[in-house]
Nanobody, 123 residues
Framework: QVQLVESGAGVVGPSQTLTLTCSVS??????????WGWLRQPPGEDVEWIGGIRFDGDTDYSPPLRSRTTISRDTTKNQIFLHLRSVTPQDTGVYYC???????????????WGQGIQVTVSS
């Protein structure tokens, strides 16, 4: 059974880069199929899709965040990475990595989720 665990800094300064790692376990050849997304939930708001990476390595990004976001992976370590540049307090929230059968830009399409990690943008 696939399991996802997010890790990274819990506090990031304004204008800095937020970097998170999603460690994937629970089977061989994990990235041969499926879609691996990053999502977040700001305080008091709904979960929103940030972007994701396909099984072939191609990436997709939410248009409002595209210019600040890079998603990548290390298949040798079964890890997926999120880099969000030039953060502001509006980037504060709980960040999740999740898996879906294919490209999904809404939270409902993801069937396996990590536990989430709180990230606060503050000086």
């Amino acid at each position: 059974q696939v399991q996802l665990v997010e890790s990274g800094a819990g506090v990031v300064g304004p204008s800095q880069t937020l970097t998170l790692t999603c460690s994937v376990s629970g089977g061989a050849f994990i990235f041969v199929s499926g879609y691996w997304g990053w999502l977040r939930q700001p305080p008091g708001e709904d979960v929103e899709w940030i972007g994701g990476i396909r099984f072939d390595g191609d990436t997709d990004y939410s248009p409002p965040l595209r210019s600040r976001t890079t998603i990548s992976r290390d298949t040798t370590k079964n890890q997926i990475f999120l880099h969000l540049r030039s953060v502001t307090p509006q980037d504060t929230g709980v960040y999740y990595c999740a898996r879906a059968p294919g490209l999904r830009t809404v939270p409902d399409g993801y069937d396996v989720w990590g536990q989430g990690i709180q990230v606060t943008v503050s000086s």
